[in-house]
C-alpha cells in the first residue's frame, strides 16, 4: 500500500475509534455513591434519597437527603424546587463544608418510579 493510503486508513480508524468512545462515553450511567466521606474532594458523586431538610439563603440552597446515612447537598445554581419527603436523584461533586463531607450539586432531578 502507498503512504497516503496508509494513512488515511489509520485515521479513519482513528476517528471511528473516539466516535466509539464518545457514544460509550455518553450512555454510561454512573453507580451511586455509597459513602460521600470515602471519596476525595471533587470526585464525581450521584446520591439518591428522600429530602429531611431543605435550607435556603440568597446565595445558596442546602438539601438534607436521607440515604443509608444522612448527605448534606448544597446547591449554589439557584433554588431547586423540592419539598421534604420527595425523592431526589443528585449529581455533582464531592466537597466538604465545616470539616464534614456534602455533595455540591450540578443536577437534581425527581426520582424514577421504581
Same mark, same amino acid.
Not at 476517528?15 to 454510561?28: C, D, F, K, S, V
Not at 439563603?57 to 419539598?83: I, K, W, Y
Given at each position: %500500500?502507498? &503512504? #497516503?493510503?496508509?494513512?488515511?486508513?489509520?485515521?479513519?480508524?482513528?476517528?471511528?475509534?473516539?466516535?466509539?468512545?464518545? =457514544? !460509550?462515553?455518553?450512555? %454510561?450511567?454512573?453507580?451511586?455513591? *455509597? &459513602?460521600?466521606?470515602?471519596?476525595? &474532594?471533587?470526585?464525581? !458523586? =450521584? /446520591? +439518591?434519597?428522600? /429530602?429531611?431538610?431543605? +435550607?435556603?439563603? $440568597?446565595? %445558596? *440552597?442546602?438539601?438534607? =437527603? &436521607?440515604? #443509608?446515612? +444522612?448527605?448534606?447537598?448544597?446547591?449554589?445554581?439557584?433554588?431547586?424546587?423540592? +419539598? $421534604?419527603?420527595?425523592?431526589? $436523584?443528585? #449529581?455533582?461533586?464531592?466537597?466538604?463544608?465545616?470539616?464534614?463531607? *456534602?455533595?455540591?450539586?450540578? #443536577?437534581?432531578?425527581?426520582?424514577?418510579?421504581?
Amino acid at each position: %500500500m502507498h &503512504d #497516503r493510503t496508509l494513512i488515511a486508513l489509520s485515521l479513519a480508524v482513528s476517528a471511528l475509534g473516539i466516535i466509539g468512545l464518545l =457514544l !460509550a462515553l455518553a450512555t %454510561m450511567e454512573p453507580e451511586e455513591t *455509597q &459513602d460521600i466521606g470515602a471519596l476525595a &474532594d471533587g470526585a464525581p !458523586a =450521584l /446520591v +439518591r434519597g428522600t /429530602v429531611s431538610g431543605v +435550607r435556603s439563603s $440568597e446565595a %445558596m *440552597q442546602v438539601l438534607t =437527603l &436521607d440515604t #443509608r446515612t +444522612r448527605v448534606e447537598v448544597a446547591l449554589f445554581d439557584g433554588n431547586a424546587s423540592v +419539598r $421534604e419527603g420527595q425523592c431526589v $436523584e443528585v #449529581r455533582g461533586k464531592k466537597g466538604s463544608y465545616d470539616g464534614k463531607p *456534602q455533595v455540591v450539586a450540578s #443536577r437534581i432531578t425527581a426520582c424514577a418510579a421504581q
